[in-house]
């Protein structure tokens, strides 16, 4: 294969070491040097010095969890052309798998002009990434809580959610914190419930009416506990990811689409909310040049069938996983 850059660098990054590869070719003849390093702060720049001294512009390691970031941020300070590729497109011939080979593989790919460099948003949208992530987490595990609150509910055959739809709405709740506080009688916790309620008196009175114990009101106890901190934690999710937009629209040159109205602009969009367009916009970032047309960005999130003919037939294909954290918001807006 033609040879396109002629002194280059393959990383494999792991959780505690780097293997690096250089890559030189001085006339016809290949050179590689390799060497490894600790993922410590201290062996990152030990990696960044060395790479340094050797001449290297065009560098390139695997996107492998989270580990090739501390990696990315120290050899952004050198002046190298970095690329994180996807671990399945640079995939080595199986056989002789190890470190040093998987380092040596990147380094002869990145010669040749093999390596397609996956999409890099940059740091605020990285960060905004991980706000509106976390949220999304936090928020799941409110709703685990909310589950565990039905079930403990029901262990003590209280049918709470068979006459609210919300059991930790205005009524829901009242009636939960009042059984913490120690009141069985289904009468007064009846009382409790708010006129707008469309179950009669007698329903709510049958559905209150069971065996709760000491044992269940601690466990509501702990799980509304646990549901009010998630909650609070969400909300200040929320107020850093108004700051980072703000901070973000400031930056924003003369004449460019604030990041805020890009919002907006999304939210006309039927089945489209102010929440699902930040993510959108956190996911695919707002430089769109990044995508050729709507088929592109469709195919990066996962959203377009692959092709499987064999013989002239075509088979079943299934959808790969693409951006997990943009489809499914996707899907729910449609």
Not at 255 to 274: D, E, K, N
Request: positive net charge; proline residues 3%; charged residues 25%.
């Amino acid at each position: 294969m033609e040879v396109m850059y002629r002194r280059v660098a393959g990383l494999d990054v792991h959780k505690e070491t780097v293997v690096g590869c250089v890559r030189a070719m001085v006339g016809r003849k290949t050179t590689r040097e390799c060497r490894t390093f600790a993922t410590t702060t201290e062996g990152l720049l030990a990696l960044l010095g060395w790479l340094t001294e050797s001449q290297c512009r065009h560098i390139a390691m695997e996107a492998t969890g989270v580990y090739w970031k501390p990696v990315w941020n120290i050899l952004s300070d050198g002046a190298f052309e970095l690329t994180v590729a996807n671990a399945a497109h640079i995939k080595n011939v199986p056989g002789r798998k190890t470190d040093i080979n998987d380092a040596m593989w990147i380094a002869d790919l990145v010669a040749c002009g093999l390596i397609k460099a996956s999409f890099d948003p940059g740091q605020e949208i990285q960060e905004l990434r991980s706000l509106l992530r976390a949220g999304k987490q936090l928020t799941r595990e409110q709703t685990s809580h909310i589950q565990r609150i039905q079930k403990t509910l029901e262990e003590a055959n209280i049918k709470l959610d068979s006459v609210i739809s919300d059991i930790l709405g205005v009524s829901g709740r009242r009636i939960i914190e009042a059984m913490i506080a120690g009141v069985r009688s289904p009468l007064r916790l009846a009382e409790l419930a708010d006129r707008r309620i469309k179950a009669s008196p007698k329903a709510l009175y049958d559905a209150l009416h069971g065996r709760l114990t000491d044992h269940h009101r601690f466990m509501l106890e702990l799980y509304l506990g646990q549901h009010d901190a998630l909650a609070a934690a969400v909300a200040k999710i929320d107020q850093a990811v108004d700051a980072l937009i703000a901070r973000m629209d400031e930056e924003v040159a003369a004449g460019q689409a604030t990041f805020l109205s890009l919002i907006m602009l999304l939210c006309t969009i039927p089945g489209v909310s102010v929440l699902s367009a930040t993510v959108i916009l956190a996911e695919i970032g707002r430089d769109m040049s990044r995508f050729p047309t709507a088929g592109h960005l469709l195919a990066w999130a996962g959203l377009c069938p692959g092709q499987n003919e064999s013989a002239g037939k075509r088979k079943s294909s299934r959808l790969r996983k693409g951006a997990p954290w943009l489809k499914t918001v996707l899907v729910q807006c449609a």
